[in-house]
C-alpha cells in the first residue's frame, strides 16, 4: 500500500488563538511550530508511510515541512480546510497513493505506535477515524482508497464521516488512542500537557508555567 500522509497547517502566528488567556502570542507560536516539527518528526520516519505532505498558507509552516522531509502544497489566501484536504489528495493521487492518513499538526503525543496502528486497520474501500477525547472531532483520519469520501471537518465530523463511509460502502473502523485524543485548544488542556510532560519523555516540546487556577 502506497500511504500518504497529509498534515494542513493553519498559519503558525494566528495558531492557539484559544489559549491566549494563559499563554502570550509568541508562547503560542513556539507551541505550535514544536507540536508540527513533533508530528513531522513522527510520520516522515515511519516505514509504512510513503510520503508526507504538507498543506498550508504560512511560508514558514511550509519550510519547516520542506526542512524535515516533506512535501508541500501552497494553499490559497481564503482557502478552507476541506477544500484544500481535497486538493492534496488530489495530488497524491497523481503520485499513485493508495490511501491517506490526514493529521492535524497539533498532536504532541502522537507515536509512531498510533499511525503503525491504524495502518494496521485499514482495508481496501475503509476509513480508520481517530476522534478527540468529546468523540466529537476527527483527529486522524485514514481514507483508502483516496478520494473516496468527502472531508466534513467541523465541529460533530466524526460522526458525518462515519456516515460518510457507510453511505459510500466503505467499512469505517474506529482507532482509539489518548495520544490522538488529546487537543491542546484551551487553557484547562495546558494542565495535562504539563502533567505528561513532566513524565520527562518529551524533552523536545516547549514547557510554560501555569497559573495555579489552571489546575
Known amino acids: 500500500m502506497s500511504l500518504w500522509a497529509i498534515i494542513p497547517v493553519k498559519p503558525l502566528k494566528n495558531a492557539k488563538s484559544r489559549l491566549s488567556p494563559a499563554l502570550l502570542p509568541d508562547q503560542r507560536f ?35 515541512a520542506r526542512e524535515m522531509g516533506a512535501k508541500t502544497l501552497q494553499e490559497g489566501a481564503n482557502s478552507n480546510l476541506n477544500p484544500a484536504l481535497m486538493r492534496a489528495t488530489l495530488v497524491v493521487q497523481s503520485w499513485r497513493a493508495d490511501a491517506v492518513l490526514v493529521l492535524p499538526a497539533d498532536l504532541p503525543f502522537i507515536n509512531s505506535q498510533d499511525i503503525r496502528g491504524m495502518i494496521g486497520l485499514a482495508v481496501d474501500r475503509s476509513i480508520v477515524i481517530a476522534t478527540d477525547s468529546a468523540s466529537d472531532g476527527t483527529n486522524a483520519l485514514l481514507v483508502r482508497p483516496p478520494g473516496a469520501i468527502e472531508f466534513e471537518y467541523g465541529p460533530g465530523s466524526f460522526a ?35 502533567r505528561i510532560l513532566a513524565s520527562g519523555q518529551f524533552g523536545h516540546l516547549p514547557s510554560f508555567p501555569l497559573p495555579c487556577s489552571a489546575d
Do not use: C, F, N, W
Open 30 to 64: 513556539e507551541l505550535a511550530q514544536a507540536m508540527l516539527r513533533h508530528v513531522l518528526s513522527v510520520t516522515t520516519t515511519i516505514r509504512q508511510v510513503t510520503g508526507v505532505l504538507v498543506v498550508s498558507r504560512d511560508t514558514k509552516a511550509l519550510a519547516i
Open 160 to 194: 458525518r464521516h462515519i456516515g460518510s463511509a457507510g453511505a459510500a460502502g466503505l467499512q469505517a473502523y474506529t482507532y482509539e488512542s489518548e495520544r490522538l485524543a488529546l487537543d491542546i485548544d484551551l487553557p484547562e488542556d495546558l494542565a495535562t500537557y504539563q
